[in-house]
Nanobody
Framework: QAQLVESGGDLVQPGGSLRLSCAAS????????IGWFRQAPGKEREGISC????????YYRDFVKGRFTVSSDNANNTVYLQMDSLKPEDTAVYYC?????????????????WGRGTQVTVSS
């Protein structure tokens, strides 16, 4: 059974950096598009970034563009989200997701498999 597991969330000060990992098992991410999403308390889940491993194309929402970088390590079946210049408003539970019909920009309704999330807290 396909499974995604996020890790790397932590408490970090504003301006700091974190790298989130999304490790897959039960499916090869080589030809999938993988999305990163987040949900802050009291807010709806929102998509933030997407990478299509089939062609390497990436996508970012405007509010993370220039600060976040998505990458893929196909040998380890893992996708990463490097987050720099973190702001308090980036505080949320971060999820990765994928699916057979997923494609750029990684819309949530196309996702079949979701991880359980990792908490990112940006606070001084």
């Amino acid at each position: 059974q396909a499974q995604l597991v996020e890790s790397g969330g932590d408490l970090v000060q504003p301006g700091g950096s974190l790298r989130l990992s999304c490790a897959a098992s039960g499916l090869s991410l080589d030809y999938y598009a993988i999305g990163w999403f987040r949900q802050a308390p009291g807010k709806e889940r929102e998509g933030i970034s997407c990478i299509n491993n089939a062609d390497g194309v990436t996508y970012y929402r405007d509010f993370v563009k220039g600060r976040f970088t998505v990458s893929s390590d196909n040998a380890n079946n893992t996708v990463y989200l490097q987050m720099d210049s973190l702001k308090p408003e980036d505080t949320a539970v971060y999820y990765c997701a994928t699916g057979a019909h997923a494609t750029i920009p990684c819309r949530s309704f196309d996702m079949e498999y979701w991880g359980r999330g990792t908490q990112v807290t940006v606070s001084s």
